[in-house]
């Protein structure tokens, strides 16, 4: 028997082929975290959306993106109340060409038309115009919800934004009203109200709560519903960053039953948000909207939604048939040189 005596050789690791991998992997994976930190689908992604403040990397908004709002030159048409046997009382607002509110309005500037349908209206005799913050024998003559984004996606710069904005416009406010307080992230929760007391309202707006995705819609429609029975003007004042990514209630839902119950949304959005998704919000409840890049340019808006809301006027109206709400709407304003028109 032959012994063969066994044979020793050093095995050659290239670890550096492997670290190499690793680098290129680990470069890959940050330049896509970038690309989505920076991009609509990162800003829709609820994963993602909660590390843009935690990890302070990627765009606030959009590059392109430019302030816009629908305030100039506006008129909407809040709500239409019956007061009595063919009397109806109409709650709209109009603004100028700089966005602020049209504070007077006479019966002569005003054409109303009514009816079950579009084809159906007929004109009603306007008997006088009044603001709203005239109208003394209304006791609480606005009921709003404050409805506050405060999903993962929120740097701690637009959550004390939103908080010092909310608290300016609830300061601004020259009416008597009831307003309740929710904040939305992954789920929705009431903080407060209904309350005519402006100390538990700002309260409840500074109030910290934990964050997480944005459910915008169910927000949205969650606060339609202590609204549907106040008795005269009804809005949700919606702050947002972005699109909603939780699922459940629709676009078209709550636009739909916030026109059903006559719910105005006023809509400033900041960030990453769908312009088109405020603008149809607005649109769809005659309310206005108003789009910043920057949580820190909203106050300018709080308080021309202020003094819009100050200044709703109430037409008393005449018309030539009795219904428990008509159908359909029609009002022509002359103010100036300008001649605004809305129908619904």
């Not at 003394?136 to 709003?144: D, I, K, V, Y």
């Amino acid at each position: 028997m032959v012994e063969v005596s066994p044979r020793s050789e050093t095995i050659s690791i290239r670890y550096w082929h492997y670290l190499v991998f690793l680098a290129v992997l680990a470069l890959a994976g940050l330049g896509w975290l970038w690309w989505a930190l920076g991009s609509k689908w990162g800003a829709g992604n609820a994963t993602v959306e909660t590390w843009r403040p935690f990890l302070r990397a990627g765009a606030r908004a959009p590059a392109q993106a430019r302030p816009v709002d629908d305030m100039a030159q506006a008129l909407r048409i809040h709500r239409v109340v019956r007061t009595g046997e063919k009397r109806f009382a109409i709650l709209f607002s109009a603004t100028d060409a700089q966005g602020g509110p049209l504070v007077v309005v006479t019966p002569a500037d005003l054409a109303v038309s009514l009816g079950n349908g579009a084809a159906a209206r007929q004109p009603a005799t306007v008997e006088r115009v009044t603001p709203l913050h005239q109208m003394t024998a209304w006791a609480e003559r606005a009921t709003f919800a404050c409805v506050m984004d405060w999903s993962g996606s929120m740097f701690a710069q637009d959550l004390q934004a939103q908080v010092t904005h909310y608290g300016s416009f609830l300061k601004g406010l020259a009416i008597p009203y009831s307003g309740l307080v929710y904040k939305f992230q992954t789920d929705v929760q009431k903080l407060a109200g209904p309350t005519s007391d402006p100390a538990v309202l700002e309260a409840a707006v500074r109030q910290d709560n934990p964050q997480g995705s944005t459910a915008l819609y169910a927000a949205v429609d969650t606060a339609l519903g202590p609204l549907q029975k106040a008795p005269w003007l009804r809005f949700e004042l919606l702050t947002t960053d972005g699109n909603d990514n939780v699922g459940g209630a629709s676009l078209e839902d709550v636009v739909r039953r916030a026109r059903q119950h006559e719910v105005s949304l006023f809509v400033l959005g900041f960030g990453w948000v769908e312009v088109d998704v405020l603008r149809r919000l607005a649109d769809g409840t005659d309310g206005f909207f108003a789009y910043v890049p920057d949580s820190a340019d909203l106050g300018t808006w709080f308080a021309r939604l202020a003094a819009v809301v100050n200044n709703v006027q109430v037409a008393e109206v005449t018309a030539p048939f009795d219904a428990a709400r008509p159908g359909s709407i029609e009002l022509t304003l002359r103010a100036g040189a300008t001649t605004l028109t809305r129908a619904r």
